[in-house]
């Protein structure tokens, strides 16, 4: 089966400049996060989506950041603007369910450099 | 708050050689217990998990950890490594009591000839 699609693989803007990544979970997977790893460290959880409903962004700052999954499917991860702290990748993955039991499936991360 | 600790960021070894990657995690209450592999430019991909029954669990590529529910800890373990096991290795325990995964900050393992 494919694996979780991501896109861009890389980006480098300004900062203040505004960025969009995209992902596409394994087929039939009802669970999508999307978490950030800044280097030296493990990835933190942004936004976990339950079908095309938000389970959990109590980690996602919501000042600068937005994400969705219309239609239960892809999703985008938004910043506007970003900072240079927000230099990271950003991992999508997905899982068959949102139990805390089933293994995430992630996808190879988008490295965004913020200059 | 929960957390995890992975206590080596960096773990140099010789091919051939036994490693053991230590994870700690913060809480004595009902978890589950996941490792996870980075290689290069590539996803984080699942090593092994525990869940519940035996504590020594086998996992891809002859890799094992063992769950000690009394030290909190579920160290990652091979008899033998190879110079592709070199990656990153991810310690993660999702707590029942929250609802959700925490990830240690990784393990770089470096396998040398």
């Known amino acids: 089966e494919a694996g979780v699609a991501q896109s861009p693989r890389y980006k480098i803007i300004e900062k203040r400049q505004s960025v969009a990544f995209w992902c596409n979970p394994i087929s039939g997977h009802a669970t999508l996060y999307w978490y950030q790893q800044i280097l030296g460290q493990g990835p933190k959880l942004l936004i976990q989506?339950?079908?095309?409903?938000?389970?959990?962004d109590s980690q996602l700052p919501k000042d600068r950041f937005s994400a969705e999954r219309l239609k239960g499917v892809d999703s985008t991860l938004k910043i506007q603007p970003a900072k240079l702290e927000d230099s990271a990748v950003y991992l999508c993955?997905?899982?068959?369910?949102?139990?805390?039991?089933?293994?995430?499936?992630f996808g190879p991360g988008t490295r965004l450099t913020v200059l | 708050a929960q957390s995890v600790t992975q206590l080596d960021s960096q773990v140099p070894v010789f091919e051939e050689a036994p490693v053991e990657l230590r994870c700690n995690y913060s809480s004595s209450v009902s978890v589950y217990l996941f490792w996870y592999v980075q290689y290069p430019n590539q996803g984080l991909q699942l090593l092994l998990k525990?869940?519940?029954?035996?504590?020594l669990v086998k996992g891809i590529n002859g890799f094992e950890a063992e769950f000690n529910k009394s030290q909190t800890s579920f160290h990652l373990r091979k008899p033998s490594v190879h110079i592709s096991d070199t990656a990153e290795y991810f310690c993660?325990?999702?707590?029942?009591?929250?609802?959700?995964?925490?990830f240690g900050d990784g393990t770089t393992l470096t396998v040398k000839p």
């Open positions: 993660a325990v999702s707590y029942t009591n929250a609802g959700k995964s925490t």
């Open positions: 525990y869940l519940s029954g035996s504590t």
């Open positions: 989506f339950q079908n095309n409903g938000v389970v959990d």
């Open positions: 993955a997905s899982s068959h369910r949102a139990a805390l039991t089933d293994e995430q499936f």
